[in-house]
């Protein structure tokens, strides 16, 4: 009996031992390490701003207080960023990508280029759900519905190669009727934003808390105008702009508009750590990015930039991501349609 207790004793010790030395591993394990934060698109942009703003931030919510950096790489739409994250990053807890979570659609619906399983990928968090809202240029002659409606021409709005600033106005053109003419192939919001301003474009339908940080002036002036807000419920910066769905004529166009854009709103701007990566380290990263939105620092940062935080957790875009494999395979091949 005695020397049972004993060897149980040591079993207990070396145990502890071994969980001691674990904890003080991954204690220290960022200490003297640089974190890389790769973003789908160009510089200037609304991601490419939350981006650096939580990178000037984060790592102090961090044991080891590890350098955050932020590497742009742009293209196809934040795909190209997407498939590096998935195959070519080390899941070794120093990469975050930040890419369009429309792409997780995209690759449910089996569109190309998507080199990735969605629900493979470790979920960090997201600053905001998409709010959409549509920004059309004073010069266009555009300023309201009633005018968009009536348009003798189609309106060009300005696109990266996917995402909600693609799949919103194509499902507003399917759903709504609206006169629209995408233009696809902008690397950022910024290249759209001059675009737009040298007449090339009449606007384009993006997250509404990028659009009042980076196009601030425009607003402030009245020459750029926010026509359509693509969300549920009207936001509280634009209490009388008209919601897309009340628009809605039929169930097959509120559908549409709810699966499409409204439930797709909440994974629109993941940060993700590429699979494989040690659950230990991403749970550190899920804390801390939650703390760094917290922080009073970064929150008065935030408030000069205009970058409103209501985060959704990482495990609340697991939850999503996984739920993208259940829609109703009648409305998923309406949509598929649509955005094809």
Known sequence: MKNSCLKLAAAWLVILLFASFSLAENH??????????????????GFDVYARTM????GKHIAGNPTFIVDNMPGAGSMIAANHVYK????????????????????????????????????VGSPIPEKTACALNKSGGVINMDQWFSAKAPVKLGA?????????????????????????????????RLAAESGELAGACWSWDAIKSTWAKALESGDLNIVLQAVPKALPDLPKIPLAISYAKTEEARQLIQVGIHDAADIARPFVMPPGTPKDRVQIMRTAFLATLKDPAFLSEAEKSKLD?????????EKIVAGLNKIDPATLAKLKAVLD
Request: charged share 20%; net charge positive.
């Open 160 to 192: 990266t190669g996917s995402g909600p600033i693609v799949d919103v106005p194509k499902i507003l053109k399917a759903a709504l009727g609206l006169p629209i003419q995408l233009v696809v192939g902008f690397k950022g919001t910024a290249e759209i």
């Open 28 to 45: 220290e394990y960022y200490r003297g390490k640089t974190v890389r934060i790769i973003v789908g698109l160009s510089a200037g942009g």
């Open 88 to 123: 070519a990053a080390k899941p070794d807890g120093l990469t975050l990508g930040h890419f369009v979570g429309s792409l997780f659609m995209q690759q449910i619906l089996g569109r190309p280029g998507a080199e990735f399983v969605a629900t493979k990928y470790e979920f």
């Open 55 to 58: 990178a000037r931030h984060m």
């Open 309 to 317: 935080v209501d985060p959704v957790t990482g495990e609340g875009l």
